[in-house]
Structure formats: structure tokens, C-alpha cells
């Protein structure tokens, strides 16, 4: 029934229909379409809330939760397939490390689509594919780059329609927000055509519009979004124009950092207050973790609730001691310890450390696990050496469980590669594959390379 209703969809609003009216630059031109777009959202007014939220995560505070039993086993695949590096080029797709609730983030940006004569669709729904396939298993979030939308750069409708049928249950039942940054009226129009065919009531809730490009700072670690040239300068545009109110500027930076802060400052910053090398949320979420969360199913895969973390982060941040057993959710600690990791000025494997880890791949299988060790003990700061060895000890125990979590080396590796690593700007599809890949070596073989 509902196949049937998007091929009357799509006869209804052809290709031609949509976009006949066109603007030979960015964007489309939508005064044919104004009239209609201004009924839409009157009518969605008047029937009740708009399905769309800008600046919320679900309707009752919670991060959406849609878990199966099964994780499944990640795609080992190091770099993207050979078949696929003529659409990869293009950088249309792109991982952008996680949110701030420790879930993955793709990036789509339509500015990026060569002419529709230049590229196959079919192609590039198979590489969207063959991207999701990597990180689906674990909750994620898209961010879409609508504008540099063009006339010479549209796919048809029916390519659309297809994706919807194409990327089923798999893809997304972890899918937990979708953010379409700079909509338009074409976009809410479209919206409105494929609403009645869309079973899903979950699915409408976890699209927000976003209008501009500082609302997302709100979501997402935005330094780590490299934002392309054309949204950028088209966000500017709408900013000096419509003179949105900013909530991010000198509200956040007039308190300064509490001597007791330890989210977004140095490990140098925790240790001259504390006087300990392993952070007191390191050490508070693990202890918690080892002795009550190991046999959790799905534990650091899920996500959990976004007001309590911020509470937690806030009491910590106040030089506070958590209970987490009146928190009533192991996956708080869990998300609690990702989000300190993500947060952290430099990685906890330093900026220093990120080229020659991306190097490994080129090492021998044999030599890899005796330079990793010299890497570790001879490069890392001691610190962070005695840091990431406590992390991982309890990584190896979660494994231990994995009969039970279902949380295998492999599953963790993906939770945990970003969050141990990352540039000075966005990491490359592939470069988040070699991050995944040591952050398995260093679970796997922890004895090997932490025992001194």
C-alpha cells in the first residue's frame, strides 16, 4: 500500500513539476511554489505540532532508542572499495566523528553533487549504501547541506523515492536525528507529498529542521564539521540579513572554566586541580561500569537519556561525586566517559600521535603489534599512557562479557577509535577505518602492549 501510494506520489509531482522553476544559480526558485509552501505550513499549524523540531532531540527530552539483540559484526574494510572511488571523490559523504551524545555523524552535502550528467545515481546510492553499512549497526545521525541544490545538479524524484524504499528497517532504526540544515520551501513541500506514505511516526520525529548553521552547535562538535565553502557563505548571507538571535557567544565564555571543570579542557587542567593522574569521571564511570554494567547488552553502543547527561556532566564539572545507581541507567557512566573522551582539548592519543597511527596500515601484520607498543610507551605522554591503559583494561572485561552484551572488540573499536583520536578537522571515510582498526589492535592485544 504504501509502494503503491509513492508511485501516485511520484506521478502526481514529476521531476519536471518540481523543479521547472529554477534559478540558473544556488538554490531553487520558489515563487512558484511559495503559495503552496505558506498553505502547507498553515495547515500543519492548525492540525497540530509540525513533525519537524529545531533545537530538540525527541519530543520528551529523551535520545531515541530503537535496540535489537543482535549488534552484528562491523565491516572490517580498511579503505573505501576500488569500484567506488569515482563517486568517493566527490566528497559528497563524509564522517564527521560523533555528537555530543557519542553517536556517529555523516555528512551529506548537496553543493557537492557534480552535474547529473557527470555522475550515475544508481552508482552513488550503492556508495551511500556501502557507507551505512559501516556504522548502521551502532546509533548514528545525518546532517544534510541542502543549499547548492541546482538545476544542472538534481537527481529525480524518483531517485529519492527509491532511496526511501532502499535503505529500510536496517538503516534506520539507528538512525536517532536527521538534521536538514538551510531547508526550503521545496523541501517542506516535498515532505508533505511523502508524509501520507510514511508508516513510521518515529521516523518524522527524528527530522529537525535546521536554519542556521550555529543552531547545530547545540547537537554536534561543530570544529570537527568541515563545513563546505558555499554553506558557509551562504549561512552568512541569511545571518547578516535576518539577524538571528546566537545563543553560543558570551553567555559560555564570560563564566570561564571552573577550576573543578573536566569536560572541554586539558587533561593538564584536571590533573592541577585534582592531583591525580586518572580523572575523577574516568575513575568514577569505569569503577561503576566494572562492577554493574559488564553483562549490559549493547553497553557504550546505545544511547541515553540527554538530560540526565547533562546533569551528570554538570555535577562533575562542579567537582561533584555522581551516584550513578540513582541515575537508574548503566548506559549514563557509559556515555558520561565517550562524551569526556570527545571533549577532551587533544585526543587522549594526541594530535601528535594521529599521522603515525594512520600509518600503521603500511607496517607488516607482524611488526604491528611491537610498534604500537613502542609507539605507546616511548611517544604518549605518561599520562595519557596510564589513562588509556585504564580505559582499556576495562574494554578487554567488557569482552570478556561479550556472550552476554553482545559487545565484541569490533563493536567497541567503532564506539571508541573517534573518541580516542582525530585531526585538527574532519576524518576521511577512510582514515576512520585505520582509527577503528587500532583501537581493535590496542583491545585485542592489551596485554601484550601495556604490561611494562
Known sequence: MAEQGLHQAEGAVNDEALFENEDQDFEFDESGLELAAKEELTREGSDGPAPFRSGAITPDGFIEEDFEAEIGTPSDDEETDEEFQDIAEHKILEVAGDDLYGRKVIVFAACKLPPSAQIDHQRLLEYMKHVLDQYVENDYVIVYFHFGLTSKNKPKLSWLIQIYKELDRKYKKNLKAWYIVHPTNFIKILWNIFKPFIRSVKFGRKIMYVNYLHELKEHLHFDQLVVPPLVLQHDAK?????????????????????????????????????????????????????????????????????????????????????????????????????????????????????????????????????????????????????????????????????????????NLAIVFGPNLLWPKGQASLSSMGYLNNFARLLIDNYSQLFDR
Open 238 to 410: 541569511m545571518v547578516a540579513s535576518n539577524k538571528p538571535k546566537y545563543p553560543y557567544g558570551q553567555d559560555s565564555n564570560d563564566a570561564g572554566t571552573l577550576p573543578t571543570q573536566q569536560y572541554g579542557v586539558s587533561l593538564h587542567h584536571i590533573k592541577s586541580h585534582y592531583g591525580t593522574v586518572i580523572p575523577p569521571v574516568v575513575q568514577q564511570t569505569v569503577d561503576y561500569l566494572r562492577q554493574n554494567a559488564l553483562d549490559v547488552e549493547g553497553i557504550f553502543r546505545r544511547s541515553a537519556n540527554a538530560v540526565q547527561l547533562k546533569a551528570v556532566q554538570k555535577k562533575f564539572n562542579q567537582g561533584e561525586t555522581v551516584n550513578f545507581a540513582v541515575e537508574g541507567d548503566e548506559h549514563i557512566p557509559a556515555v558520561a566517559l565517550k562524551i569526556f573522551l570527545r571533549d577532551l582539548q587533544e585526543p587522549l592519543l594526541t594530535f601528535d600521535l594521529y599521522q603515525p597511527i594512520l600509518r600503521l596500515h603500511t607496517v607488516e601484520d607482524e611488526r604491528k603489534v611491537a610498534e604500537v607498543r613502542r609507539m605507546l610507551h616511548e611517544e604518549l605522554p605518561e599520562d595519557n599512557y596510564q589513562i588509556l591503559k585504564f580505559i582499556v583494561q576495562l574494554l578487554t572485561e567488557v569482552v570478556d562479557h561479550s556472550a552476554m552484551n553482545k559487545m565484541n572488540s569490533s
